[in-house]
């Protein structure tokens, strides 16, 4: 008898030992993006240079002041950033509770009842009377025996929530400093044009102050000066719409800094700055998936998966609960502490699932399709990434060849404007000439502006594709 219970114990425990394989997805999968040929294109131009990881607060290095005080009180203040930090400490709290599950619980217990008992009942001695019975365990214990590891599988389960959790603030960190520095650099951009439009204003109200007076003294004709209103107009009207987007721009950057709308008047602008490079990290998609939140969080969600298919399996084995009190119970109160009314008990309690409609089977295939599901949406994760960073790179280096290109245009037009002062100067042109000169000079500046803001848009969302620089935490607590 005893070598057929030892028999069975054994094979439920070789049943048991079936455990997972390893959980985590190794390198192999980012061996397959298929990035380094597009990588070695683009390394060297444009200011693309191999180099580290970018800083945990990479918008430092765009040296603004003004922009790092911004970014500083909003993941201090930004209520969509707290909030997601709230749900750290609440998966915390969960695989606090799990953890529970593998210890033993103690406790105490007393209780006092009376009750009546009929004249033809069961109980004969105690027919038509009625009794107080008294019942006090100073020590009442549970144990539930882990032996296929399914309250463990859970416990880690949750220990992995938790690691997802840190990964999905540490994406919103990254998602609100990247949208601050984006719009940042659109609102400086913004007030650097609204400064040219104003000049340039001013050229075509001179320029029509100019030509109306040559009307009035028969040098030219109404349609010149007509014409000239409306290219006044015109300029006007796209300096209203920028004043428009820069309080526009204020509002938004107030609002993802937690305050309302007047906080965002008194944000200081500063010039947009030179950013000329852009440094890679070698070994790029094995770095991606140590350092973009996202790919983390996708990993970490497929160990989550893991253990919970770990636990559904474990569910098909007995389940074994140890249970032990001690203490005094009696049907009269006074002879409660008695010696003789002592007891005590210990024993296990197993039980079997032997059949359960399909429940067990149909909750270990879901787990596994979870876990077939979250495996394909890291796969997918990795190589949206590599594609991020390298549409990221294309558009860096396009928008670096246009302010190149705009840049000699402007050195053209700035020769074209000291030309045509020079020739009104020694009289063989009037002085429209240096204005249109002037204002053609003012609308290509205008143009580069316009596309320094885009390659210091471009160089933020580049460092968001690389993952800010984030780093994981190795222990979830």
């Known amino acids: 008898m005893k070598r057929s219970i030892a028999l069975i114990l054994s094979l439920l425990l070789l049943g048991a030992c079936a455990r997972l394989p390893q959980h985590l997805p190794g390198d192999k999968m980012a061996h397959d993006t298929q990035i380094s040929g597009t990588l070695a294109q683009l390394d060297g131009h444009a200011g693309i240079t191999p180099g580290a990881w970018p ?11 003004a922009l ?40 105490a217990g007393a209780a006092v009842t009376q009750e009546h008992f009929s004249r033809q009942g069961l109980h004969a001695p105690l027919n038509g009377k009625t009794i107080t019975y008294g019942v006090l365990n100073p020590l009442e214990m549970r144990y539930h025996l882990d032996l296929w590891g399914r309250d463990n599988d859970h416990f880690r389960a949750s220990l992995g929530e938790v690691r997802v959790h840190q990964a999905d603030y540490a994406e919103a960190k990254l998602l609100l400093s990247t949208r601050l520095a984006w719009h940042y650099f659109l609102l400086a951009g913004d007030v650097q044009r609204f400064r040219q439009v104003a000049h340039a204003e001013a050229l075509h109200s001179s320029l029509l102050h100019l030509e109306q007076q040559r009307w009035h003294d028969g040098l030219s004709s109404a349609r010149t000066v007509y014409l000239q209103e409306v290219a006044r107009a015109r300029v006007r009207q796209s300096a209203a719409e920028i004043q428009a987007a820069i309080a526009q721009q204020r509002y938004i950057l107030a609002a993802l800094a937690g305050h309302g709308p007047d906080w965002g008047r008194d944000i200081p602008v500063e010039p947009l700055p030179t950013l000329s490079t852009i440094n890679i990290p070698r070994n790029l998609p094995l770095r991606l998936i140590a350092h973009r939140p996202d790919i983390v969080a996708a990993r970490w969600e497929i160990e989550v998966a893991a253990q ?30 008695s010696p003789g009314n002592l007891a005590d ?10 059949f359960e409609g399909g429940r067990l089977r149909a909750h270990l295939r879901e787990q596994n399709a979870l876990y077939i599901a979250v495996k394909d949406h890291y796969r997918a994760t990795i190589l949206d990434a590599v594609r991020e960073v390298a549409g990221r790179l294309a558009i860096w280096r396009q928008t670096r060849q246009e ?31 240096a204005y249109i000169a002037q204002i053609q000079e003012t609308q290509i500046k205008n143009q580069l502006l316009a596309l320094e803001t885009k ?13 800010g620089g984030y780093t994981p935490r190795k222990n979830p607590a």
């Open 345 to 354: 008990a210990i024993g296990p309690v197993i039980s079997l699932p032997i």
């Open 455 to 467: 390659n210091a848009q471009s160089w933020v969302l580049l460092h968001a594709a690389l993952g």
């Open 55 to 65: 800083a945990s607060n990479w918008w430092e290095s765009a040296q603004l002041p």
């Open 403 to 433: 302010i190149r290109g705009q840049r000699q245009m402007i050195l053209a037009a700035e020769h074209t404007t000291t030309l045509a002062e020079s020739t009104f100067h020694s009289g063989m042109t009037n002085k429209a000439e």
């Open 308 to 337: 919970q298919m770990g636990a559904a399996r474990a569910a098909f084995y007995p389940d074994v609960n140890i249970a032990l009190f001690t203490g005094w119970n009696s049907i009269h109160l006074g002879d409660l502490f």
């Open 68 to 107: 790092n005080n911004l970014i500083s009180e909003a993941l201090r203040n930004n209520p969509s950033l707290q909030a997601t930090s709230a749900r750290i400490l609440e998966a915390k709290a969960a695989a606090a509770n799990q953890h529970a599950t593998l210890l033993p619980h103690f406790s």
